[in-house]
T-cell receptor, first 113, second 117 residues
Framework: AQSVTQLGSHVSVSEGALVLLRCNYS??????LFWYVQYPNQGLQLLLK??????LVKGINGFEAEFKKSETSFHLTKPSAHMSDAAEYFC???????????FGTGTRLLVSP | DAGVIQSPRHEVTEMGQEVTLRCKPI?????LFWYRQTMMRGLELLIY????????DSGMPEDRFSAKMPNASFSTLKIQPSEPRDSAVYFC???????????????FGQGTRLTVV
């Protein structure tokens, strides 16, 4: 079965620093991969998605992610963190034949001044 | 479109009572998903529907949980009887986006925070 693993339940960065949130997937075929963001007391919002086109995917709010088949990874990055980026981030996978999204355990991003 | 609409936003109930959560998907979407979010277990898929038909309910924790989708614009998740361990945030999501059979995006509602005391 397809799955994703997010390394680190919490990541702390300073405002202006690089953001790196890690996601590794397990799939028997090239998957579709997603990053969602959840702000406090809100639902999940799609940040970006990889659907087998370009391996470097750009999303909203300056985030991007790169699909690396050799590393089975889909890490999320942002060059310069902003206070408003503080939220929980979820990686998800949609595998061939599966009509649903399977989510990772989430990573809470903390941004300090 | 107003997005996926869930009601109520907050529900506090006593153990043993019946609880009904409601969801209105985005118009035109043919898939509907119910998720549960807790600190301990993260986001769990409970059940999903395609064209109002339940496709996979393997995530429903117990017989106390049931879900229906009587039409394309409405779904309910019912817990009877409720227990304190059911306390969680319940999300509804909908989608119409497919690429070669794979889901390409799901839109989430704001969630219902359920507290069972």
């Amino acid at each position: 079965a397809q799955s994703v693993t997010q390394l680190g339940s919490h990541v702390s960065v300073s405002e202006g620093a690089l953001v790196l949130l890690r996601c590794n997937y397990s799939s028997s075929v090239p998957p579709y991969l997603f990053w969602y963001v959840q702000y406090p007391n809100q639902g999940l919002q799609l940040l970006l998605k990889y659907t087998s086109a370009a391996t470097l995917v750009k999303g909203i709010n300056g985030f991007e992610a790169e699909f690396k088949k050799s590393e089975t990874s889909f890490h999320l990055t942002k060059p310069s963190a902003h206070m408003s980026d503080a939220a929980e981030y979820f990686c998800a996978v949609s595998d061939h034949g599966f009509q649903k999204l399977v989510f990772g355990t989430g990573t809470r991003l903390l941004v300090s001044p | 479109d107003a997005g996926v609409i869930q009601s109520p936003r907050h529900e506090v109930t006593e153990m043993g009572q019946e609880v009904t959560l409601r969801c209105k998907p985005i118009s035109g979407h043919d898939y509907l998903f119910w998720y549960r979010q807790t600190m301990m277990r993260g986001l769990e898929l409970l059940i999903y529907f395609n064209n109002n038909v339940p496709i996979d309910d393997s995530g429903m924790p117990e017989d106390r949980f049931s879900a229906k989708m009587p039409n394309a614009s409405f779904s309910t998740l019912k817990i009877q009887p409720s227990e304190p361990r059911d306390s969680a945030v319940y999300f509804c999501a909908s989608s119409q986006n497919r690429d070669r059979g794979r889901l390409t995006e799901a839109f989430f509602g704001q969630g219902t925070r359920l507290t069972v005391v």
